[in-house]
């Protein structure tokens, strides 16, 4: 069975930083690229950061570029996500997604963890 668990999210205050992590199960973790995507309220799902399935390339939106650090660790099924420099338009829902590096279609999403960020 296919799962992806988040965690770590919480209630921060501007400035502050928090790491989310992803486990996953099911699947060949290291064939599939990894990526954080998150969704605010009232607002669409968008991408945040991804890193590819060896773990050598990212990309990051460009509101959390220089922020937000995606990492993977292929050996514990594990990424990550650091957050610094939290802003309260960072809260919002942050969803861990695999997506197989040939087989697009084989697309599996975790069930999500809240990031709230004020003072």
């Known amino acids: 069975q296919v799962q992806l668990v988040e965690s770590g999210g919480g209630l921060v205050q501007p400035g502050g930083s928090l790491r989310l992590s992803c486990v996953a199960s099911g699947f060949t973790f290291s064939s599939y690229t990894m990526s954080w995507y998150r969704q605010a309220p009232g607002k669409e799902r968008e991408l945040v950061a991804l890193i590819t399935y060896g773990g050598g390339s990212t990309n990051y939106a460009d509101f959390v570029k220089g922020r937000f650090t995606i990492s993977r660790d292929n050996d514990k099924n594990m990424v990550y996500l650091q957050m610094n420099s939290l802003k309260p338009e960072d809260t919002a829902v942050y969803y861990c997604?695999?997506?197989?590096?040939?087989?697009?279609?084989?697309?599996?999403w975790g069930k999500g963890t809240l990031v709230t960020v004020s003072s």
């Open positions: 997604n695999a997506v197989h590096r040939i087989l697009k279609g084989l697309n599996y």
